[in-house]
């Protein structure tokens, strides 16, 4: 059998049996839509892919997202420390090689797999590949980004590279078969469910409701509007957005089936706020909100009551609001770990980073677990 490794500029080259439609993170259309809307091209921060493809015999079998970056940004695992430290004992941090979903923080696999093929079997050879790339534009280090935990244990046990696991926390909300969002509610302490009612009471005295438009009806106005929102919450940091109108445009016309836009209006017919969500067929993910203008708990309900009810009234068991934000706790979402996985080529340096990241983990257990005896559940029999 022979075995080869190509490195790939775009991913379009991927046969089709090595997409997944399981997750719209690993869709065809949504890697496109990053590509053909030059997310990844920007001037300012490209992302220079570098993509492992492994074929036997001349089939493709597996592929591995990797991109060759002089920056951080649009990862949401910060080791820009690393950086610092790395350059003040004289090295280049610079390029380091990536393999995560860009500009998204969800928790999933990360590598393409045709079907039949086994992680654990084409794992050594896809690290094999990352390294000799790393060898050849004197790379500093590896990343890999927001593992689920059956792809991070086939990284962890193949032992192709010694790695350092990082942890973090983010939160997610289960559904416990809620006949609603007032049953959800009721499981709620007093404390918390009275907070909620506060909080949506207060968004429908502004006299603004929400409404939900599924993606095969979500018309070229609406994307306009959503982009007008999306966008305000960068020009409010004085930034520029990390993705075009045209990427969202794009996957409205080739994976509408996976998304979903909620709209905020006034009663005077102004629309003032609106969020981009992601469904696969367990999960709701809340990816992208903006709004035109400051409205007291409308974030709150946009990006996480509705949500909530949406996921409910679908069926979905889990609803993923996105990364960082601890208010989220208070409000039903469950804290979770993330892991991140790390290797650096100079062998005394990442034995430094397998130490701190060991220190680190302490602090994150303690966290999740603090923030576990803080969800507003009720407890058993605690009270009517």
Known sequence: MSVEIRYLT????????????????????????????????????????????????????????????????????????????????????????????????????????????????????????????ALRLNASSWHGLFLDDVQRDAFVQVQQLPLAERFGVQFLWENRSYADFDDFCAHLTTKRRKMVRAEQRKVREQAISCAFIEGANIARDDWAFFYACYAATYKIRGREPYLSLAFFEQLGQTMAHQLVLEVATHESGERVAAALFFKDAHTLYGRYWG??????????????????????????????????????????????????????????????????????????????????????????????
């Not at 492992?52 to 002089?70: R, T």
């Open 10 to 133: 775009t991913l379009r080259e991927l046969d089709a049996g090595l997409w997944s439609e399981r997750s719209p993170f690993l869709s065809k259309a949504f890697w496109l839509a990053l590509e053909d809307s030059g997310a990844l091209s920007a001037p300012q921060q490209p992302w220079f892919a570098k993509h492992v493809l492994l074929s036997h015999d001349g089939v493709q079998i597996a592929c591995l997202p990797l991109f060759a970056k002089a920056h951080h940004q649009g990862e949401y695992v910060f080791d820009q420390g690393w950086a610092d430290a790395y350059m003040r004992a004289g090295g280049d941090y610079y390029p380091r090689l990536v393999t995560c979903v860009p500009f998204t923080p969800v928790i999933g696999a990360r590598v393409f797999l045709a079907a039949g093929v086994a992680l654990n079997d084409v794992l050594s050879d896809l690290l094999k590949g990352v390294q000799a790339l």
């Open 291 to 384: 709004a035109l203008y400051d409205v007291s708990c409308l974030h709150f309900e946009v990006c996480y009551y509705q949500g909530i009810a949406y996921a409910i009234a679908q069926g979905l068991r889990y609803f993923d609001p996105g990364t960082q934000g601890e208010h989220k706790l208070a409000r039903g979402f469950a804290p979770v770990f993330t892991h991140s996985l790390h290797w650096l080529a100079d062998a005394g340096f990442m034995r430094a980073v397998q130490d701190f990241v060991a220190r680190e983990r302490h602090g994150v257990s303690g966290y999740l677990a603090e923030c576990v005896a803080n969800l507003p559940f009720k407890l058993k029999d605690s009270e009517p």
